[in-house]
Protein backbone atom coordinates (compact mmCIF):
# COMPACT_ATOMS: atom_id res chain seq x y z
CA UNK A 1 0.00 0.00 0.00
CA UNK A 2 1.22 3.56 -0.59
CA UNK A 3 2.74 5.20 2.30
CA UNK A 4 0.24 8.12 1.51
CA UNK A 5 -2.87 6.02 1.78
CA UNK A 6 -3.35 4.22 5.17
CA UNK A 7 -5.95 3.00 7.15
CA UNK A 8 -5.57 3.69 11.08
CA UNK A 9 -9.29 3.02 12.00
CA UNK A 10 -9.15 0.88 15.33
CA UNK A 11 -7.15 0.99 18.84
CA UNK A 12 -6.36 -2.55 18.02
CA UNK A 13 -3.11 -3.68 19.74
CA UNK A 14 -0.41 -4.85 17.39
CA UNK A 15 0.69 -8.70 18.20
CA UNK A 16 4.26 -9.27 19.58
CA UNK A 17 5.93 -12.44 21.26
CA UNK A 18 6.35 -12.20 24.97
CA UNK A 19 9.82 -11.60 26.26
CA UNK A 20 10.06 -12.60 29.80
CA UNK A 21 12.02 -10.11 31.88
CA UNK A 22 12.73 -11.77 34.93
CA UNK A 23 9.27 -12.53 36.45
CA UNK A 24 7.52 -10.26 34.20
CA UNK A 25 6.05 -10.86 30.93
CA UNK A 26 6.51 -8.14 28.04
CA UNK A 27 4.32 -8.26 24.96
CA UNK A 28 2.11 -11.01 24.11
CA UNK A 29 -1.38 -11.05 25.98
CA UNK A 30 0.12 -9.29 28.73
CA UNK A 31 -0.97 -5.78 30.10
CA UNK A 32 1.01 -2.72 29.17
CA UNK A 33 3.83 -2.87 31.47
CA UNK A 34 5.13 0.34 33.17
CA UNK A 35 8.96 0.54 33.67
CA UNK A 36 11.33 3.69 35.82
CA UNK A 37 15.15 4.16 36.65
CA UNK A 38 16.74 4.67 39.56
CA UNK A 39 18.52 8.16 39.62
CA UNK A 40 20.92 7.08 42.69
CA UNK A 41 24.88 5.97 42.16
CA UNK A 42 24.38 1.88 41.51
CA UNK A 43 27.40 1.82 43.25
CA UNK A 44 26.02 3.22 46.29
CA UNK A 45 23.85 -0.16 46.75
CA UNK A 46 21.47 0.62 49.92
CA UNK A 47 20.46 4.00 47.91
CA UNK A 48 19.73 2.36 44.53
CA UNK A 49 17.95 -0.67 46.70
CA UNK A 50 16.01 2.31 48.61
CA UNK A 51 14.99 3.64 45.39
CA UNK A 52 13.93 0.52 43.58
CA UNK A 53 11.53 -0.52 46.23
CA UNK A 54 9.96 2.46 46.43
CA UNK A 55 9.33 2.83 42.98
CA UNK A 56 7.97 -0.84 42.94
CA UNK A 57 5.42 -0.09 45.88
CA UNK A 58 4.47 2.80 43.65
CA UNK A 59 3.35 0.44 40.65
CA UNK A 60 6.65 0.53 38.95
CA UNK A 61 6.65 -3.52 37.25
CA UNK A 62 10.50 -3.08 35.95
CA UNK A 63 13.57 -1.07 37.44
CA UNK A 64 16.52 0.53 35.43
CA UNK A 65 20.01 1.40 36.85
CA UNK A 66 23.08 3.15 34.94
CA UNK A 67 26.22 0.74 34.63
CA UNK A 68 28.70 2.94 33.42
CA UNK A 69 31.65 0.44 34.45
CA UNK A 70 32.08 -2.69 36.33
CA UNK A 71 32.50 -1.15 40.00
CA UNK A 72 28.29 -0.38 39.10
CA UNK A 73 28.14 -3.81 37.52
CA UNK A 74 29.34 -5.80 40.64
CA UNK A 75 27.11 -3.82 42.59
CA UNK A 76 23.75 -5.02 40.89
CA UNK A 77 24.89 -8.24 42.53
CA UNK A 78 24.88 -6.99 45.92
CA UNK A 79 21.16 -4.80 44.52
CA UNK A 80 19.39 -7.76 43.24
CA UNK A 81 20.46 -10.17 46.62
CA UNK A 82 19.40 -7.68 48.67
CA UNK A 83 15.96 -7.01 46.88
CA UNK A 84 15.33 -10.72 47.07
CA UNK A 85 16.33 -10.94 50.59
CA UNK A 86 13.61 -7.86 51.32
CA UNK A 87 10.86 -9.34 49.53
CA UNK A 88 11.30 -7.80 46.17
CA UNK A 89 10.93 -9.40 42.84
CA UNK A 90 10.85 -6.63 40.52
CA UNK A 91 13.18 -7.27 37.92
CA UNK A 92 16.21 -5.29 37.43
CA UNK A 93 17.81 -3.65 34.14
CA UNK A 94 21.38 -2.60 33.11
CA UNK A 95 21.52 0.16 31.14
CA UNK A 96 24.86 0.02 29.16
CA UNK A 97 26.38 3.05 26.94
CA UNK A 98 30.11 2.64 25.27
CA UNK A 99 31.67 0.07 27.90
CA UNK A 100 30.61 -3.37 26.51
CA UNK A 101 33.07 -5.27 29.42
CA UNK A 102 30.58 -3.48 32.08
CA UNK A 103 27.69 -5.98 30.15
CA UNK A 104 29.46 -8.51 30.40
CA UNK A 105 29.94 -8.82 33.93
CA UNK A 106 26.59 -7.27 34.66
CA UNK A 107 24.22 -9.93 32.69
CA UNK A 108 25.47 -12.02 35.21
CA UNK A 109 23.14 -10.63 37.97
CA UNK A 110 20.44 -8.44 36.16
CA UNK A 111 17.15 -9.75 34.23
CA UNK A 112 17.96 -7.64 31.30
CA UNK A 113 20.59 -5.37 30.07
CA UNK A 114 20.11 -2.29 27.58
CA UNK A 115 22.48 -1.83 24.69
CA UNK A 116 21.90 1.38 22.35
CA UNK A 117 23.28 0.31 19.38
CA UNK A 118 24.39 3.96 18.62
CA UNK A 119 27.34 3.40 21.24
CA UNK A 120 27.79 -0.24 22.13
CA UNK A 121 30.47 -1.04 19.68
CA UNK A 122 30.65 2.39 18.05
CA UNK A 123 32.34 5.57 19.63
CA UNK A 124 30.52 8.75 20.92
CA UNK A 125 29.76 10.33 17.14
CA UNK A 126 31.87 13.17 16.04
CA UNK A 127 29.05 14.25 13.85
CA UNK A 128 31.86 13.96 10.52
CA UNK A 129 30.38 12.53 7.26
CA UNK A 130 32.10 9.50 6.66
CA UNK A 131 32.24 7.63 3.21
CA UNK A 132 31.63 3.55 3.18
CA UNK A 133 31.25 1.38 0.18
CA UNK A 134 29.24 -1.45 0.04
CA UNK A 135 32.84 -3.31 1.23
CA UNK A 136 33.42 -1.53 3.90
CA UNK A 137 29.87 -0.69 5.20
CA UNK A 138 30.05 -4.50 5.39
CA UNK A 139 33.34 -4.78 7.48
CA UNK A 140 32.01 -2.12 9.83
CA UNK A 141 29.03 -4.79 10.43
CA UNK A 142 31.33 -7.50 10.91
CA UNK A 143 33.36 -5.69 13.61
CA UNK A 144 29.62 -5.15 15.69
CA UNK A 145 29.15 -8.58 15.53
CA UNK A 146 33.07 -9.51 16.68
CA UNK A 147 31.71 -6.86 19.72
CA UNK A 148 28.44 -7.58 20.43
CA UNK A 149 27.88 -11.81 20.12
CA UNK A 150 29.53 -12.54 23.51
CA UNK A 151 26.78 -10.36 24.53
CA UNK A 152 23.96 -12.22 23.18
CA UNK A 153 25.62 -15.46 23.61
CA UNK A 154 25.95 -15.16 27.23
CA UNK A 155 22.44 -13.87 27.39
CA UNK A 156 20.70 -17.04 26.08
CA UNK A 157 23.51 -19.49 28.05
CA UNK A 158 22.05 -17.38 31.04
CA UNK A 159 18.09 -16.84 29.95
CA UNK A 160 18.26 -13.13 29.99
CA UNK A 161 16.95 -10.48 28.07
CA UNK A 162 17.65 -7.22 26.41
CA UNK A 163 16.56 -4.44 25.13
CA UNK A 164 18.00 -2.44 21.83
CA UNK A 165 16.88 0.54 22.81
CA UNK A 166 18.16 3.27 20.19
CA UNK A 167 17.87 6.88 20.87
CA UNK A 168 18.05 9.83 18.17
CA UNK A 169 20.40 11.63 20.70
CA UNK A 170 23.24 8.94 19.87
CA UNK A 171 23.33 7.73 16.65
CA UNK A 172 26.34 7.08 15.42
CA UNK A 173 28.45 8.79 12.56
CA UNK A 174 28.29 5.62 11.14
CA UNK A 175 24.69 5.18 11.01
CA UNK A 176 24.24 9.05 10.24
CA UNK A 177 26.44 8.89 7.33
CA UNK A 178 24.90 5.90 5.17
CA UNK A 179 21.25 6.53 6.85
CA UNK A 180 21.02 9.94 8.14
CA UNK A 181 20.19 11.63 11.70
CA UNK A 182 16.76 10.19 11.32
CA UNK A 183 14.16 8.08 12.43
CA UNK A 184 15.41 6.03 9.36
CA UNK A 185 18.92 6.06 10.88
CA UNK A 186 17.11 4.69 14.27
CA UNK A 187 15.59 2.15 13.02
CA UNK A 188 18.15 0.70 10.83
CA UNK A 189 20.87 0.62 13.49
CA UNK A 190 18.64 -1.04 16.23
CA UNK A 191 17.77 -3.52 13.02
CA UNK A 192 21.65 -4.03 12.46
CA UNK A 193 22.47 -5.67 16.23
CA UNK A 194 18.68 -7.38 15.87
CA UNK A 195 20.49 -9.15 12.90
CA UNK A 196 22.88 -10.24 14.78
CA UNK A 197 20.58 -11.31 17.34
CA UNK A 198 18.44 -13.58 15.01
CA UNK A 199 21.62 -14.98 13.75
CA UNK A 200 21.82 -16.74 16.26
CA UNK A 201 19.00 -17.86 17.18
CA UNK A 202 18.32 -15.03 20.18
CA UNK A 203 14.41 -13.88 19.98
CA UNK A 204 14.22 -12.47 23.82
CA UNK A 205 14.65 -8.72 23.08
CA UNK A 206 12.98 -5.78 22.83
CA UNK A 207 12.90 -2.66 20.68
CA UNK A 208 12.92 1.53 21.78
CA UNK A 209 13.48 3.81 19.50
CA UNK A 210 13.58 7.01 21.64
CA UNK A 211 13.61 11.08 21.00
CA UNK A 212 13.26 14.32 22.41
CA UNK A 213 11.25 15.22 19.43
CA UNK A 214 7.55 14.10 19.63
CA UNK A 215 7.66 13.80 15.94
CA UNK A 216 11.34 12.20 15.52
CA UNK A 217 10.01 9.65 18.21
CA UNK A 218 6.26 8.83 16.76
CA UNK A 219 7.43 8.45 12.95
CA UNK A 220 10.51 6.20 14.12
CA UNK A 221 8.25 3.91 16.15
CA UNK A 222 6.18 3.57 13.17
CA UNK A 223 8.49 3.16 10.59
CA UNK A 224 9.89 0.52 12.99
CA UNK A 225 6.61 -1.36 13.05
CA UNK A 226 6.31 -1.29 9.23
CA UNK A 227 9.39 -2.21 8.51
CA UNK A 228 8.89 -5.62 11.58
CA UNK A 229 5.76 -6.32 9.81
CA UNK A 230 7.58 -6.51 6.16
CA UNK A 231 10.77 -8.57 7.63
CA UNK A 232 7.86 -11.07 9.78
CA UNK A 233 9.11 -10.12 13.05
CA UNK A 234 7.31 -9.50 16.15
CA UNK A 235 9.36 -7.99 18.89
CA UNK A 236 7.70 -6.25 21.80
CA UNK A 237 7.93 -2.48 21.83
CA UNK A 238 9.21 -0.46 24.82
CA UNK A 239 7.89 3.46 24.20
CA UNK A 240 9.47 6.55 25.87
CA UNK A 241 9.94 10.25 25.33
CA UNK A 242 13.60 10.88 25.95
CA UNK A 243 13.97 14.50 28.19
CA UNK A 244 10.60 15.25 28.25
CA UNK A 245 11.55 17.37 31.23
CA UNK A 246 9.37 18.20 34.31
CA UNK A 247 5.54 19.11 35.82
CA UNK A 248 2.77 19.49 33.45
CA UNK A 249 5.39 20.18 30.35
CA UNK A 250 6.95 16.93 30.79
CA UNK A 251 3.75 14.94 31.33
CA UNK A 252 2.00 16.49 27.98
CA UNK A 253 5.06 15.82 25.89
CA UNK A 254 5.50 11.96 27.01
CA UNK A 255 1.10 11.57 26.65
CA UNK A 256 1.63 12.71 23.06
CA UNK A 257 4.55 10.62 22.07
CA UNK A 258 3.65 7.50 23.85
CA UNK A 259 0.21 7.76 23.90
CA UNK A 260 -0.38 8.58 19.86
CA UNK A 261 1.03 5.65 19.67
CA UNK A 262 -0.89 3.48 22.20
CA UNK A 263 -3.84 4.53 20.87
CA UNK A 264 -2.81 3.39 17.25
CA UNK A 265 -2.12 0.03 19.44
CA UNK A 266 1.70 0.25 19.38
CA UNK A 267 3.54 -0.10 22.44
CA UNK A 268 3.99 -2.98 25.07
CA UNK A 269 5.72 -1.47 27.78
CA UNK A 270 6.60 2.09 28.66
CA UNK A 271 8.59 4.94 30.94
CA UNK A 272 7.75 8.84 31.62
CA UNK A 273 10.70 10.18 31.74
CA UNK A 274 10.59 13.05 33.98
CA UNK A 275 13.40 15.49 34.83
CA UNK A 276 11.85 14.35 38.82
CA UNK A 277 12.24 11.98 41.27
CA UNK A 278 11.63 8.65 39.46
CA UNK A 279 8.24 7.48 41.53
CA UNK A 280 6.83 10.34 40.59
CA UNK A 281 7.34 8.92 36.84
CA UNK A 282 4.41 6.02 37.75
CA UNK A 283 1.38 7.94 38.01
CA UNK A 284 1.41 9.19 34.22
CA UNK A 285 2.46 5.69 33.28
CA UNK A 286 -0.45 4.19 35.01
CA UNK A 287 -2.96 7.28 33.42
CA UNK A 288 -1.50 6.44 30.24
CA UNK A 289 -1.59 2.39 30.32
CA UNK A 290 -5.30 2.88 31.58
CA UNK A 291 -6.69 5.27 28.45
CA UNK A 292 -5.07 2.38 26.12
CA UNK A 293 -6.89 -0.21 28.04
CA UNK A 294 -10.22 1.84 27.62
CA UNK A 295 -9.42 2.60 24.08
CA UNK A 296 -8.15 -1.21 22.82
CA UNK A 297 -10.53 -2.45 20.29
CA UNK A 298 -12.56 0.81 20.13
CA UNK A 299 -12.50 2.28 16.66
CA UNK A 300 -14.68 2.79 13.56
CA UNK A 301 -15.49 1.42 10.49
CA UNK A 302 -12.75 0.27 8.17
CA UNK A 303 -11.71 2.84 5.41
CA UNK A 304 -9.14 3.68 3.47
CA UNK A 305 -7.59 7.38 4.58
CA UNK A 306 -5.70 9.23 1.66
CA UNK A 307 -3.58 12.15 2.18
CA UNK A 308 -1.36 11.56 5.27
CA UNK A 309 1.76 10.65 4.88
CA UNK A 310 2.86 8.21 8.05
CA UNK A 311 6.98 8.95 7.46
CA UNK A 312 6.53 12.15 7.58
CA UNK A 313 4.39 15.93 8.65
CA UNK A 314 3.07 17.48 5.79
CA UNK A 315 0.87 20.34 6.95
CA UNK A 316 -2.12 20.68 5.75
CA UNK A 317 -2.91 23.63 3.48
CA UNK A 318 -5.60 25.90 4.51
CA UNK A 319 -7.15 29.39 4.55
CA UNK A 320 -6.17 31.58 7.52
CA UNK A 321 -7.07 30.78 10.94
CA UNK A 322 -6.84 32.80 14.34
CA UNK A 323 -2.77 32.02 14.73
CA UNK A 324 -0.63 30.54 11.29
CA UNK A 325 1.28 28.55 14.32
CA UNK A 326 -1.92 27.25 16.04
CA UNK A 327 -4.70 28.65 17.37
CA UNK A 328 -5.87 28.52 20.80
CA UNK A 329 -9.76 29.14 22.02
CA UNK A 330 -11.20 29.13 24.81
CA UNK A 331 -14.46 28.48 26.42
CA UNK A 332 -15.83 31.04 28.76
CA UNK A 333 -18.27 29.89 31.68
CA UNK A 334 -17.66 32.57 34.24
CA UNK A 335 -20.10 35.57 34.37
CA UNK A 336 -16.95 37.30 35.46
CA UNK A 337 -12.92 36.79 34.43
CA UNK A 338 -9.38 37.24 35.89
CA UNK A 339 -7.38 38.96 33.07
CA UNK A 340 -4.50 36.87 34.58
CA UNK A 341 -6.31 33.77 33.62
CA UNK A 342 -6.11 34.65 30.05
CA UNK A 343 -2.26 35.00 30.15
CA UNK A 344 -2.55 38.85 30.05
CA UNK A 345 -0.04 40.88 32.14
CA UNK A 346 0.63 44.29 33.45
CA UNK A 347 3.12 46.44 31.74
CA UNK A 348 2.83 50.04 32.76
CA UNK A 349 -0.47 49.85 34.43
CA UNK A 350 -2.53 48.37 31.72
CA UNK A 351 -3.47 44.65 30.44
CA UNK A 352 -1.33 43.40 27.87
CA UNK A 353 -1.54 40.49 25.60
CA UNK A 354 1.10 37.91 27.25
CA UNK A 355 2.60 34.53 24.86
CA UNK A 356 0.20 32.11 26.30
CA UNK A 357 -2.76 35.05 25.70
CA UNK A 358 -6.03 32.79 23.67
CA UNK A 359 -6.62 34.18 20.18
CA UNK A 360 -10.53 33.73 20.79
CA UNK A 361 -13.18 33.02 23.85
CA UNK A 362 -16.43 31.31 22.97
CA UNK A 363 -18.62 32.99 25.27
CA UNK A 364 -21.21 31.43 26.93
CA UNK A 365 -22.73 34.31 28.92
CA UNK A 366 -25.14 36.44 27.72
CA UNK A 367 -23.91 38.95 29.98
CA UNK A 368 -23.39 42.15 27.57
CA UNK A 369 -20.63 44.01 30.30
CA UNK A 370 -18.91 40.73 30.09
CA UNK A 371 -18.69 41.10 26.56
CA UNK A 372 -17.65 45.06 26.39
CA UNK A 373 -15.21 43.89 29.13
CA UNK A 374 -13.37 41.45 26.63
CA UNK A 375 -13.38 44.08 23.64
CA UNK A 376 -11.46 46.34 26.07
CA UNK A 377 -9.40 43.71 25.54
CA UNK A 378 -9.23 43.38 21.91
CA UNK A 379 -10.01 39.30 22.46
CA UNK A 380 -11.95 38.07 19.36
CA UNK A 381 -15.37 36.72 20.96
CA UNK A 382 -17.49 33.98 19.14
CA UNK A 383 -21.24 33.24 20.37
CA UNK A 384 -24.19 31.33 19.66
CA UNK A 385 -26.10 34.33 20.83
CA UNK A 386 -26.98 37.15 18.49
CA UNK A 387 -24.34 39.83 20.35
CA UNK A 388 -23.27 42.40 19.10
CA UNK A 389 -19.97 42.83 17.76
CA UNK A 390 -19.42 38.42 18.52
CA UNK A 391 -18.47 36.41 15.52
CA UNK A 392 -20.86 33.96 14.82
CA UNK A 393 -20.67 30.04 16.06
CA UNK A 394 -22.82 27.74 14.81
CA UNK A 395 -23.70 24.27 15.04
CA UNK A 396 -23.87 21.78 12.39
CA UNK A 397 -27.36 20.14 13.05
CA UNK A 398 -29.86 22.34 11.34
CA UNK A 399 -29.09 23.47 7.40
CA UNK A 400 -31.70 26.41 6.13
CA UNK A 401 -31.21 29.07 3.30
CA UNK A 402 -31.48 31.47 6.01
CA UNK A 403 -28.04 29.56 7.61
CA UNK A 404 -26.22 29.62 4.77
CA UNK A 405 -26.86 32.97 3.86
CA UNK A 406 -25.50 34.07 7.05
CA UNK A 407 -21.65 34.60 7.86
CA UNK A 408 -20.30 31.79 9.91
CA UNK A 409 -17.08 32.19 11.58
CA UNK A 410 -16.80 28.91 13.49
CA UNK A 411 -19.21 25.64 12.24
CA UNK A 412 -18.82 23.05 15.03
CA UNK A 413 -19.35 19.88 14.16
CA UNK A 414 -20.01 17.00 15.75
CA UNK A 415 -22.07 14.33 13.56
CA UNK A 416 -20.31 11.36 12.27
CA UNK A 417 -22.03 10.69 9.31
CA UNK A 418 -20.57 11.90 5.92
CA UNK A 419 -23.97 12.97 4.23
CA UNK A 420 -23.94 15.29 6.84
CA UNK A 421 -19.90 16.66 6.19
CA UNK A 422 -20.97 16.88 2.66
CA UNK A 423 -23.21 19.82 4.01
CA UNK A 424 -20.64 21.80 5.17
CA UNK A 425 -19.03 23.42 2.03
CA UNK A 426 -22.88 25.25 1.43
CA UNK A 427 -22.42 26.82 5.18
CA UNK A 428 -18.91 27.86 3.97
CA UNK A 429 -17.65 28.44 7.72
CA UNK A 430 -14.16 30.62 8.05
CA UNK A 431 -13.46 27.94 10.08
CA UNK A 432 -14.70 24.44 11.84
CA UNK A 433 -14.94 23.22 15.43
CA UNK A 434 -14.68 19.64 15.11
CA UNK A 435 -16.12 17.41 18.27
CA UNK A 436 -16.35 14.50 17.70
CA UNK A 437 -18.15 12.61 21.09
CA UNK A 438 -16.30 8.84 20.60
CA UNK A 439 -13.50 7.30 18.72
CA UNK A 440 -11.57 10.76 18.46
CA UNK A 441 -8.58 9.92 16.63
CA UNK A 442 -10.17 7.66 14.51
CA UNK A 443 -12.86 9.28 13.10
CA UNK A 444 -10.65 12.41 13.24
CA UNK A 445 -8.15 10.81 10.67
CA UNK A 446 -11.93 9.94 8.35
CA UNK A 447 -12.83 13.62 8.45
CA UNK A 448 -9.59 15.17 7.56
CA UNK A 449 -9.42 12.54 4.55
CA UNK A 450 -12.77 14.03 3.69
CA UNK A 451 -11.73 17.29 3.75
CA UNK A 452 -8.93 16.53 1.70
CA UNK A 453 -10.60 14.48 -1.22
CA UNK A 454 -12.82 17.26 -1.51
CA UNK A 455 -10.50 20.05 -1.91
CA UNK A 456 -11.58 21.79 1.20
CA UNK A 457 -9.08 23.73 3.06
CA UNK A 458 -10.70 25.02 6.11
CA UNK A 459 -8.98 25.37 8.78
CA UNK A 460 -10.26 22.92 11.79
CA UNK A 461 -10.07 23.90 15.42
CA UNK A 462 -9.77 20.70 17.55
CA UNK A 463 -12.58 21.24 19.85
CA UNK A 464 -13.09 18.07 22.00
CA UNK A 465 -14.98 18.01 25.39
CA UNK A 466 -14.01 15.93 28.24
CA UNK A 467 -15.48 14.62 31.56
CA UNK A 468 -12.33 13.81 33.60
CA UNK A 469 -10.06 14.93 36.38
CA UNK A 470 -7.20 17.23 35.57
CA UNK A 471 -5.17 14.99 35.61
CA UNK A 472 -6.56 12.47 33.06
CA UNK A 473 -7.05 15.65 31.20
CA UNK A 474 -3.90 16.63 30.45
CA UNK A 475 -3.04 12.47 29.68
CA UNK A 476 -5.78 12.59 26.82
CA UNK A 477 -6.37 15.56 25.74
CA UNK A 478 -2.33 15.64 25.10
CA UNK A 479 -2.78 11.92 23.89
CA UNK A 480 -5.49 12.57 21.36
CA UNK A 481 -4.95 16.27 20.32
CA UNK A 482 -1.03 15.83 19.74
CA UNK A 483 -1.19 12.68 18.20
CA UNK A 484 -3.33 14.33 15.32
CA UNK A 485 -0.94 17.60 15.31
CA UNK A 486 2.31 15.64 14.75
CA UNK A 487 0.32 14.31 11.59
CA UNK A 488 -0.38 17.56 10.39
CA UNK A 489 -3.88 17.32 11.09
CA UNK A 490 -5.30 20.42 12.72
CA UNK A 491 -5.10 23.85 12.86
CA UNK A 492 -5.69 24.81 16.48
CA UNK A 493 -7.45 23.72 20.09
CA UNK A 494 -10.30 24.41 21.82
CA UNK A 495 -10.91 22.19 25.10
CA UNK A 496 -13.86 22.31 26.73
CA UNK A 497 -13.45 20.83 30.22
CA UNK A 498 -14.44 21.61 33.96
CA UNK A 499 -10.59 22.27 34.56
CA UNK A 500 -10.31 25.75 35.42
CA UNK A 501 -10.11 28.44 33.07
CA UNK A 502 -6.14 29.18 33.79
CA UNK A 503 -5.16 25.50 33.73
CA UNK A 504 -7.19 24.90 30.47
CA UNK A 505 -5.36 27.49 28.80
CA UNK A 506 -1.57 25.92 29.65
CA UNK A 507 -2.70 22.94 28.81
CA UNK A 508 -4.14 24.11 25.52
CA UNK A 509 -0.75 25.85 24.60
CA UNK A 510 1.56 23.40 26.56
CA UNK A 511 -0.16 20.85 23.74
CA UNK A 512 0.48 22.65 20.98
CA UNK A 513 4.32 23.71 22.01
CA UNK A 514 5.06 19.85 22.91
CA UNK A 515 3.17 19.14 19.00
CA UNK A 516 6.04 21.22 17.87
CA UNK A 517 3.47 23.60 16.16
CA UNK A 518 3.37 27.02 18.39
CA UNK A 519 6.45 27.83 20.40
CA UNK A 520 5.04 30.15 23.10
CA UNK A 521 7.42 29.89 25.93
CA UNK A 522 10.90 28.81 26.38
CA UNK A 523 11.62 25.02 25.71
CA UNK A 524 13.36 22.98 28.03
CA UNK A 525 15.18 19.77 26.96
CA UNK A 526 15.96 18.43 30.37
CA UNK A 527 17.13 14.28 31.29
CA UNK A 528 15.29 12.40 33.97
CA UNK A 529 18.71 12.18 36.20
CA UNK A 530 20.32 8.59 36.68
CA UNK A 531 23.77 7.30 38.81
CA UNK A 532 25.74 9.41 35.52
CA UNK A 533 24.24 12.91 36.56
CA UNK A 534 26.72 15.29 37.85
CA UNK A 535 25.22 17.52 39.49
CA UNK A 536 21.72 17.77 41.23
CA UNK A 537 19.52 18.35 37.79
CA UNK A 538 16.13 18.79 39.84
CA UNK A 539 17.95 21.94 41.50
CA UNK A 540 19.55 23.21 37.85
CA UNK A 541 17.04 22.87 35.96
CA UNK A 542 14.78 24.93 38.49
CA UNK A 543 17.08 27.73 38.40
CA UNK A 544 17.52 27.66 34.77
CA UNK A 545 14.19 27.81 34.56
CA UNK A 546 13.12 30.94 36.74
CA UNK A 547 15.83 32.55 34.85
CA UNK A 548 15.12 31.55 31.11
CA UNK A 549 11.39 30.54 31.26
CA UNK A 550 10.43 34.04 29.27
CA UNK A 551 12.69 33.31 25.98
CA UNK A 552 9.49 31.84 23.52
CA UNK A 553 10.76 30.24 20.65
CA UNK A 554 14.17 29.10 22.70
CA UNK A 555 14.92 25.66 23.10
CA UNK A 556 17.50 24.93 26.14
CA UNK A 557 18.88 21.75 26.83
CA UNK A 558 20.20 20.59 30.46
CA UNK A 559 21.69 17.44 30.33
CA UNK A 560 23.19 15.78 33.60
CA UNK A 561 26.48 13.64 31.31
CA UNK A 562 27.37 13.49 28.33
CA UNK A 563 25.86 10.05 27.37
CA UNK A 564 22.83 11.25 24.72
CA UNK A 565 24.29 15.11 25.87
CA UNK A 566 25.25 16.66 22.01
CA UNK A 567 23.12 14.31 20.18
CA UNK A 568 19.46 15.37 22.07
CA UNK A 569 20.57 18.86 21.82
CA UNK A 570 20.93 18.96 18.22
CA UNK A 571 17.32 19.20 18.70
CA UNK A 572 17.87 22.34 20.94
CA UNK A 573 19.31 25.92 20.27
CA UNK A 574 21.70 25.70 23.68
CA UNK A 575 23.05 23.08 25.81
CA UNK A 576 24.27 23.15 29.29
CA UNK A 577 25.89 19.66 29.52
CA UNK A 578 27.95 18.02 32.66
CA UNK A 579 31.12 17.10 31.69
CA UNK A 580 33.28 15.58 34.83
CA UNK A 581 33.05 16.69 38.19
CA UNK A 582 32.34 20.13 39.49
CA UNK A 583 32.76 21.02 35.27
CA UNK A 584 30.23 21.80 32.88
CA UNK A 585 30.28 22.11 29.06
CA UNK A 586 27.98 24.51 26.83
CA UNK A 587 26.67 23.89 23.92
CA UNK A 588 25.25 25.90 20.31
CA UNK A 589 23.51 23.14 18.69
CA UNK A 590 25.80 20.12 18.25
CA UNK A 591 28.97 22.48 19.06
CA UNK A 592 30.63 22.44 22.09
CA UNK A 593 31.40 26.38 22.59
CA UNK A 594 32.75 26.10 25.97
CA UNK A 595 34.11 23.34 28.12
CA UNK A 596 34.97 22.82 31.68
CA UNK A 597 33.25 25.62 32.73
CA UNK A 598 33.31 25.37 36.95
CA UNK A 599 29.25 24.76 38.14
CA UNK A 600 29.37 27.94 40.33
CA UNK A 601 30.00 30.24 37.44
CA UNK A 602 27.89 27.80 34.70
CA UNK A 603 24.19 29.51 35.40
CA UNK A 604 25.59 32.91 34.01
CA UNK A 605 27.91 31.54 31.44
CA UNK A 606 24.94 30.19 29.99
CA UNK A 607 22.72 33.61 30.24
CA UNK A 608 26.18 35.24 28.81
CA UNK A 609 26.03 32.44 26.13
CA UNK A 610 22.15 33.47 25.19
CA UNK A 611 23.04 37.49 24.32
CA UNK A 612 26.10 36.75 22.36
CA UNK A 613 23.31 34.85 20.30
CA UNK A 614 20.65 38.12 20.25
CA UNK A 615 18.16 35.93 21.97
CA UNK A 616 18.21 37.46 25.55
CA UNK A 617 15.54 39.82 26.13
CA UNK A 618 15.20 41.38 29.61
CA UNK A 619 11.30 40.19 30.96
CA UNK A 620 9.65 43.40 31.14
CA UNK A 621 10.27 43.48 27.14
CA UNK A 622 9.46 39.58 25.80
CA UNK A 623 5.36 40.73 26.17
CA UNK A 624 4.02 39.77 23.15
CA UNK A 625 1.50 42.23 21.42
CA UNK A 626 -1.33 40.90 19.34
CA UNK A 627 0.29 40.95 15.96
CA UNK A 628 0.24 37.33 16.21
CA UNK A 629 -3.45 37.47 15.18
CA UNK A 630 -3.79 37.31 11.34
CA UNK A 631 -7.99 37.93 11.15
CA UNK A 632 -11.52 38.04 12.88
CA UNK A 633 -10.58 41.37 15.26
CA UNK A 634 -13.54 42.66 16.65
Known amino acids: MDRYCVSHYQAKRFPTREVMVGNIGVGGKNPVRIQSMTTSPTDDVQATVEQVKRLADAGCEIARVTVQGKKEARACEKIKNTLLKEGY ?25 RINPGNYADRRAQFKEIEYSDLTYAQELERIEEKFSPLVEKSIELG ?76 PLHLGVTEAGEGEDGRIKSAIGIGALLLDGIGDTVRVSLTEDPWYEIDPCQRLKLMAQKHENSGISEFIEFGRNFQEIERRKTSSALHKD ?48 LKTLKIPVLSKQRLSDALRLDKQNLFSPQKISLTIDLLEVTDLDEALWAEIAKLKPKMILWNPKESRLHYSRKFFSFLKENGWEIPVILGFDYNLSDEDLIIQASAECGALFCDGLGEGIALDASSDLNSLRKLSFGILQGSRMRSSKTEFISCPSCGRTLFDLQ ?86 SDSSLLSFSL
Open 89 to 113: TIPLVADIHFFPPAAMTVVEFVDKV
Open 160 to 235: RAMRIGANHGSLSDRIMSRYGDSPLGMVESAIEYARICRKLNYHNFIFSMKASNTHVMIHAYRLLLARMMEMGWDY
Open 539 to 624: EVSRRIRERTAHLPGVKIAIMGCIVNGPGEMADADFGYVGSKAGMVDLYVGKERVRQNIPFDQADDALIDLLKEHGVWKEQEASMH
Open 326 to 373: GTVILHLKEEQINEEDLGFEQKKGKWVKGPLSPDAVVLKSKNPSLLEH
